[in-house]
């Protein structure tokens, strides 16, 4: 999963939320439109950076499942 995430999906993001615009007024679905916020706000920057400032909210709950979590969060 990683590996597919820093070799292609992370190249091919910047263009498809540049393209796509996304709304949602259902409260449920809240934490994914602010991962998105935040993806579009990190999609401009270089592709060496690997993770977000220090005291960027990343909103998990309800967004990445728990079985997703160990691959998702690395050890800092």
Sequence with gaps: MRHSYSSYY???LPPLL???EFRCNNST???V?????LLARYAATQARV???AAGEQV???GVVPAA???A???AT
């Design 10 to 12: 992370r190249r091919m």
């Design 18 to 20: 540049a393209t796509l």
């Design 29 to 31: 679905y809240r934490p």
């Design 33 to 37: 439109m602010d991962a998105l916020d």
């Design 50 to 52: 690997r993770f977000y």
């Design 59 to 61: 909103p998990l709950d």
């Design 68 to 70: 997703w979590r160990d």
């Design 72 to 74: 998702v969060v690395g």
